[in-house]
């Protein structure tokens, strides 16, 4: 029987102190008491590289999972003034990672170098959450399909096994804007995604695919009608335990 499991992940983006572990304390203790749906569902919170170390060791063995949002695409140690690498990640015990956001794209990191973090952070076990997502050009010019494929066939092997890689779609113009696609749009892109990976990466597990953009406790209710998908990744409304908790909510109403 396929997994229906569904994610909600936050990407704390650069804020976060580490008096911040209380706001994944109100969220892991919602999960706590949710008692009717919280099999159905799965919390990641990426925080800054500050606190990974301090927050996986706080919440390991609970309910919410913590994640790295980037890493140096080269592994071990090494003479790299500033960067940290996925084998430096997996150390503070955090086992998730985002990859290929679309705002460490637009500082320069292009497809290549997104192939090489994402083997790397396979090679030490991290799970790979892989964004991928269309500009507003790029949308306008009807590109959105071809990006994506792009995006994919240049990072995914053939091979990889979807058991520790999840897609994220972010549409680059939806990002802290307050505008989605539409259910029906999205809806299109979902399925044509999961089948685009079956085929051309040719694994046996259906990729996780999750949507991220705006994501917030209404827009929540319109997304929701899109059944295909497995979650969502969350930026500015996952800073604050209640909106957050507010989406799983409204996501289950
Ligand atoms: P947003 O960010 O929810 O603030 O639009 C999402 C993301 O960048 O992952």
Same mark, same amino acid.
């Given at each position: 029987m396929a997994d229906r499991t569904k994610y909600f992940i936050g990407n704390w983006k650069m804020f976060g102190l580490s008096g911040s572990y209380k706001i994944l304390e109100r969220i892991n203790s919602f999960i706590q008491r949710d008692k009717k749906n919280n099999k159905k569902y799965k919390v990641i919170i990426a925080p800054p590289f500050t606190l990974l170390d301090s927050f996986s060791k706080r919440f390991k063995g609970k309910k919410i999972k913590i994640a790295a949002q980037n890493c140096y695409e080269?592994?071990?140690?090494?003479?790299?003034?500033?960067s940290i690498s996925p084998f430096m990640i997996k150390k503070t015990g955090v086992n998730f990672i985002i990859l290929g956001h679309s705002e460490n794209r637009a500082l320069g990191e292009d497809d290549k170098v997104i192939k090489l973090k994402v083997s790397l952070a396979i090679k030490n076990k991290l799970n790979v959450i892989f964004c991928i997502g269309e500009n507003k050009k790029e949308k306008k010019n009807k590109q959105t399909l071809p990006v994506l494929k792009r995006q994919i066939l240049s990072v995914l092997k053939k091979?990889? %096994?979807?058991?520790n890689i999840i897609i994220a779609y972010e549409p680059v113009w939806s990002i802290g804007s307050g505008r989605v696609p539409s259910p029906v749009e999205l809806k299109k892109i979902v399925i044509f995604l999961k089948k685009f990976v079956n085929k051309?990466? %040719?694994?046996k597990i259906q990729p996780k695919l999750l949507y991220g953009g705006s994501v917030d406790k209404k827009i929540i209710y319109n997304l929701k009608?899109?059944?295909e998908l497995d979650g969502f990744l969350i930026g500015?409304?996952?800073?604050s335990s209640k909106n957050f908790i507010d989406i799983i909510k409204n996501f289950y109403k």
């Open positions: 080269k592994d071990n140690f090494g003479a790299h003034t500033g091979g990889y %096994k979807f058991n051309k990466i %040719k694994s009608s899109v059944r500015g409304a996952s800073k």
